[in-house]
Structures are given as structure tokens and as C-alpha cells.
């Protein structure tokens, strides 16, 4: 059976002409309109960006279209929980971090991972790592990007009852950030409640990576980096 996977992130409006021309139709609102052929199709699946989940390693997530940017809405929560004061490995096995080592802060933050166990122990920008297939780790750029479309307007991308003051998340993009906290590179756990932090799948060098902050009390997106062995959440974005 031939299938037709058709990725919606620009507007959620489609047009079918099924009949004898056996074509669909769809149109963005940039005004662009894309024909696609459905001959000898017999099924179609339509992924809509923002109405979508993407079901992976037996959860559930949400996602939600920034721009022109489609995303994961909820911080990934993938692999075998380890210790903070263990170091993952390069085997056959995803291993996270759950902060303080309770795995419903897991269920509720997502985990925490090195640089080199999100990216699967690869180097390239834009890698997939551990994210879902047809997804991958952000690059700088793409961050940058997500920056530029919420003006650098941190509340925006923070959940409602994240951050106070002049740093309360507002969640006017959908992005709905946790501030999780992270694990440092000595095994310890810090700042749940008061930042988080997101890889990046670009190097700084070879012990350090880019990665996006918000701060509780901030209404920034700052753009750091940090050695590679930290525990920092990952947001998956589609390619």
C-alpha cells in the first residue's frame, strides 16, 4: 500500500480534488500552493502541525507552530532513568536524568540529558539524537529564530504560573516551557522552579554546546553555553 505523508506548518486549510485528476491541493497562507499527485494512493496521512500529537516512546506529545517553525509542545521524556551521580555511556540504551532523581519529576518536566546522550553521540548540527524520527535537536540558528518570532520575549514561550514579576510566562506563543532545572556536571541538581535550560545541537567547541535560557524572574531569551556534561532539557523541533 503506497502512502503520502503531507506535513501542514504554515495553515491548517486543504483543498482535495479526488475525482478523475486524483490530486490534493494545498494551500499556505504565505500564498503558495503545493499539488501533490495521489495516483495509485490509496491512503493519506496528514500531519497538522498545532493539532497533531506525535506518539513516542509510549507518550503522547502536543506540538505547536511558532512562525514558521512546527514544535514539540512538551520537553522530552525518553530513555532509563540513571543517578544523578552517574554518567551516561554510549550503548544501545537512552539514559536520563530525573531532577533529584524522582522519575515523576520525569513525568512532569521531562528528563535531563548530557549533550552527547541527547545528540546520540554525534556532532552534526541539526542531528536527530534522541528526538522522534522526523524530528531533531535545534540548531543555534533555529533557536534564534524561535527568539526572533516572540520578539525575545521569554514569557512568551513560559507556561502560565512559570517565572513572577517581570519574568511571568504568559505562554502567548504555545510554547509552554517548564522551568525544570538541570544537573550540573557534579551530579548535583539545581533551580527547579527558577530557570530552564535547552540544548542546542551546536558546538561552542568541543566540550561546549549552545543552549536557550529563561530565567524565573526574566522576560529574556538568552542564548549561552555550557559544558557538555550538564543535565539541561531538550525540545524537539520538526525537520
Not at 503545493?34 to 493539532?51: E, H, K, M, R, W
Request: hydrophobic share 35%.
Amino acid at each position: 500500500m503506497k502512502k503520502i505523508f503531507i506535513l501542514l506548518t504554515i495553515v491548517f486549510t486543504t483543498t482535495f480534488v479526488l475525482a478523475q485528476h486524483k490530486t490534493m491541493t494545498v494551500y499556505y497562507s504565505g500564498g503558495t500552493t503545493d499539488v501533490v499527485n495521489l495516483t495509485n494512493t490509496d491512503s493519506i496521512v496528514i500531519f497538522i502541525c498545532g493539532a497533531s500529537k506525535v506518539n513516542y516512546g509510549g507518550k503522547a506529545y502536543n506540538t505547536v507552530l511558532i512562525g514558521n517553525q512546527c514544535w514539540l509542545k512538551e520537553n522530552l521524556d525518553i530513555g532509563t532513568r540513571i543517578d544523578g551521580n552517574q554518567e551516561p555511556t554510549n550503548n544501545s540504551a537512552i539514559e536520563k536524568y530525573c531532577y533529584n532523581d524522582d522519575p515523576a519529576n520525569c513525568t512532569t518536566y521531562g528528563g535531563l540529558y548530557h549533550w552527547n546522550e541527547a545528540m546520540q553521540y554525534v556532532t552534526n548540527e541539526g542531528a536527530q539524537g534522541i528526538c522522534p524520527p522526523g524530528w531533531h535537536i535545534p540548531t543555534l540558528t533555529e533557536f534564534n529564530t524561535l527568539k526572533a518570532a516572540v520578539n525575545n520575549n521569554g514569557n512568551a514561550l513560559k507556561a502560565i504560573g512559570q517565572g513572577g514579576g517581570g519574568g511571568a510566562g504568559t505562554n502567548t506563543s504555545g510554547f509552554s516551557a517548564l522551568l525544570a532545572g538541570h544537573r550540573d556536571y557534579f551530579g548535583n541538581f539545581y533551580a527547579l522552579g527558577v530557570i530552564t535550560r535547552f540544548w542546542s545541537s551546536t558546538e561552542y567547541d568541543a566540550n561546549y554546546a549552545y543552549f536557550l535560557l529563561l530565567y524565573d524572574n526574566d522576560s529574556n531569551v538568552n542564548l549561552e553555553d555550557r559544558s557538555k556534561d550538564y543535565g539541561f532539557s531538550v525540545r524537539c523541533i520538526k525537520d
